[in-house]
């Protein structure tokens, strides 16, 4: 797992740290193929925050 990921996880079950189910929500799952996979966050919740998380890396990195 990358340091990025890492960091976002932490965030993450901060964040929901009242959700009894904060583990469940960050269970990833291949919703590609066995030849190409493309696994992601099963929960919706997690996974835009995942990709909010990832362009606010990207902005500050540029300096926006």
Not at 1 to 13: D, G, L, T, V
Not at 47 to 59: F, L
């Amino acid at each position: 797992m990358n340091e990025s990921r890492k960091q976002f996880e932490e965030w993450f079950r901060s964040k929901y740290r009242s959700d009894p189910q904060v583990e469940m929500l960050l269970e990833q799952y291949n919703h590609g193929t066995e030849e190409e996979p493309d696994y992601d966050y099963y929960s919706l919740s997690a996974r835009d925050a995942w990709y909010w998380w990832q362009t606010s890396r990207i902005a500050q990195a540029r300096g926006e």
